[in-house]
């Protein structure tokens, strides 16, 4: 991230959420850090996945954080835009689906 809305320093100060609400950061960290364990899917798996998601929720430090860390889990730049297009295509495949909703509504009203 360059000069933006976000400052990219404050992805440093994430842990610093623990200073309103320790407890309930205690709890939201330890999930967050098994998550990302070794499980039925590598960390590097796991990695991709959350650049994916950081796109589609579109969480300018998430997709900073791991971008520098599938890089370093060795994830090439073409899997890393794979990842991207999967997100992209659930995300869009999503707005369309939802469009049989507003056809039904529209066939309702029409009726």
Do not use: W
């Not at 939201?28 to 070794?38: C, G, I, L, Q, T």
């Not at 495949?93 to 029409?110: C, E, R, T, W």
């Amino acid at each position: 991230m360059e000069k933006t809305y976000y400052n990219p320093a404050d992805l440093k100060k994430f842990g610093d959420i623990a200073d309103f609400e320790p407890e309930l950061a205690k709890k939201f960290f330890d999930y967050y850090n098994d998550v990302f364990k070794e499980g039925a899917l590598t960390a590097r798996e796991k990695a991709l996945i959350a650049l994916a998601v950081s796109h589609t929720v579109q969480c300018p430090y998430c997709i900073d954080a791991y971008t520098a860390g599938t890089m370093e889990m060795g994830v090439t730049e073409k899997q890393m835009m794979e990842a991207v297009h999967v997100a992209a295509a659930i995300r869009g495949g999503a707005s369309l689906v939802h469009g049989v909703q507003m056809m039904n509504k529209v066939k309702k009203l029409s009726m």
